[in-house]
Structures are given as structure tokens and as C-alpha cells.
């Protein structure tokens, strides 16, 4: 009796062996990739996905790099908190710089790509463009304009760029009841594709637009010195090799067909 019970049991075994051996075959083959998780400002939304073809087609990835985008100010405080972020590309090196001695990175951000600021508005209300307009001409414009959208200064760069510019030309405080705050600078210029607003955002999304007008260019040295950099932020030799080829020759023709310059 015992016997048979042995060959019962035995019997048994071997078909829950001869069971999930395929299985286990599948999950071998579905092991999780070396993907890298790019966290990136909502700017860089159009140029990355060029960026990152143009890597892929040279490096020959297992799988392509994932991409998170939002406010600057927003990734890095979720990147401290643990979110699984291998590349933060911030439009102010001061989330970089914070990341970085939060995470204690050996590696110091990397300068990638320069931008400016733009007045703008929705193409079928402003029908000529005006960019050459001067500074005060600019600051009638937007002191008459019915609303102006800007990026929230507390979580996006270009928030932060908009309001320095609002502030050292004594409009800050004039226009406290008339701004409309966007999460990012995305949603901003959103703001003024869909309605009679006007809206300062980077250049890079108003060439990036087919419905609004460059009204205005804000002087760099009203607003400050806008710049992209980049940390890897754990350390990974194709987080490494990525961020290289951000500065290279040929990922500077991508960034200048989207408008982007060279960091200064």
C-alpha cells in the first residue's frame, strides 16, 4: 500500500515538474529589459522622442528608454521620494543641482540645451506676428492684454522665468488679478491656443504650435539665462553614455530643428 502511495505521489510530482517547465521557459524570456526611465521637463516633450530614435538607432537598446514628463520643480521632489527615475532633464540646473545632493550623485549635472522666452497669442484673435516688437511695446501688450497665462513659478522653470521678467518690469503686482497659473508650461500655451489669453512661454513650444502668433521676445536679461541640464541619477553606464550623446554634434541638429540652442 505504501508503495503505491510512493508511486502516486512521485507520479504526481512529475507532471506538476513537466507542467511548469514551459512556464518557467516564458518567464525567462519575459524578463525585464535594461530600460532606462528618463524623467524629463514637460518642454522637451516633442525634441526627446527624436532624441531618443536617434540614440536607439546607434546604440541598439534592448528596449527603448521610457519617458515621464511634467513641471521640473514636481519630478525632482518625486525623484527624492524614491520615484524610479535613472535621468532627470530639468529646465533649471537647480533641480538638477538638488537632485543631485539629495541622491548624492557621483556624476554633476550636465549642461544640454539653451531656450528663451515668448509673448504669444491665439492666431485667429492676434493675426500678425510681432516678434521683433520692442521691450516697451512688449509691456504695453501685455498690460493690456484681458488675461496672460504663465507656467506656476512654484513647480515650472518657466513660471519661475516668466515671473522674474513680470517682476523687474514693474508688471508683477499689476497683473496679480489677470494671470492664469498652468501647471506646466504646456498647459499655458494651452491656454492661449483655446482662448483670447495671452501667454509667456518658450519659444520652443510656440515654433512647437500651429495656433498661436509669437507676439513678443522676452530679453534674456529680463528674464535670466533659461538652461537645460541633465543627471543621471543612478549612475548607469547607459544613463552615462545617454546624456554624452545629448551633447553630441548630431543630437545638436535635433535640438536646433526644434528650436532649442547650445547651453551658454
Not at 505521489?9 to 515538474?17: G, P, Y
Request: charged share 15%; net charge neutral.
Amino acid at each position: 500500500m505504501m508503495r503505491i502511495i510512493v508511486q502516486i505521489v512521485s507520479a504526481l510530482i512529475l507532471c506538476m515538474l513537466s507542467l511548469t517547465a514551459p512556464v518557467l521557459a516564458e518567464d525567462e524570456d519575459l524578463a525585464p529589459r535594461d530600460q532606462l526611465s528618463i524623467f524629463a521637463a514637460a518642454s522637451l516633450a516633442d525634441v526627446l522622442p527624436d532624441l531618443i530614435h536617434a540614440w536607439d538607432s546607434s546604440h541598439k537598446q534592448d528596449a527603448s528608454p521610457k519617458m515621464i514628463f511634467g513641471p521640473s520643480a514636481t519630478l525632482a521632489r518625486q525623484i527624492t521620494l524614491g520615484a524610479p527615475a535613472d535621468i532627470f532633464l530639468s529646465a533649471n540646473p537647480h533641480w538638477s543641482s538638488e537632485i543631485a545632493k539629495s541622491l548624492k550623485t557621483t556624476q554633476a549635472p550636465v549642461m544640454i540645451a539653451g531656450n528663451s522666452l515668448v509673448l504669444v497669442g491665439n492666431k485667429s484673435i492676434y493675426t500678425t506676428a510681432t516678434g521683433s516688437a520692442d521691450l516697451e511695446t512688449l509691456i504695453g501688450t501685455i498690460a493690456n492684454a484681458p488675461r496672460l497665462a504663465i507656467a506656476n513659478p512654484a513647480t515650472a522653470p518657466a513660471g519661475e522665468y516668466a515671473h522674474k521678467f513680470l517682476h523687474r518690469t514693474g508688471q508683477w503686482d499689476a497683473l496679480q488679478g489677470k494671470l492664469a497659473l498652468g501647471n506646466s508650461v504646456r498647459q499655458a500655451l494651452l491656454y492661449a491656443e483655446r482662448s483670447n489669453m495671452l501667454a509667456i512661454v518658450y519659444a520652443t513650444d510656440a515654433v512647437a504650435s500651429n495656433h498661436v502668433h509669437i507676439l513678443g521676445n522676452i530679453p534674456k536679461d529680463m528674464s535670466g539665462v533659461i538652461t537645460y541640464s541633465a543627471t543621471n541619477v543612478t549612475n548607469r553606464m547607459s544613463g552615462q553614455d545617454f546624456i554624452a550623446f545629448l551633447k553630441s554634434s548630431a543630437a545638436g541638429k535635433i535640438w536646433a530643428s526644434h528650436g532649442f540652442t547650445l547651453p551658454e
